[in-house]
């Protein structure tokens, strides 16, 4: 599933950048621009990013 369409970006990408040590959204966007486009997505993205944090604990 897109996490970002107007980046094409994945919630599986999003999650891999979760493990490389993103934790905020604009974290993911500088890797891949995901969220800084039309913005509708930063929720998602912040959602995915939550999880792994809550799975890693």
Request: charged share 25%.
């Amino acid at each position: 599933m897109f996490a970002c369409i107007c980046r094409g970006v994945t919630d599986d990408e999003v999650r891999e950048y979760g493990a490389c040590g993103a934790v905020t959204a604009d974290d993911v966007g500088e890797q891949c621009g995901a969220g800084w486009g039309c913005g509708t997505c930063v929720e998602r993205i912040e959602q995915l990013i939550a999880q792994r944090v809550g799975s890693a604990a």
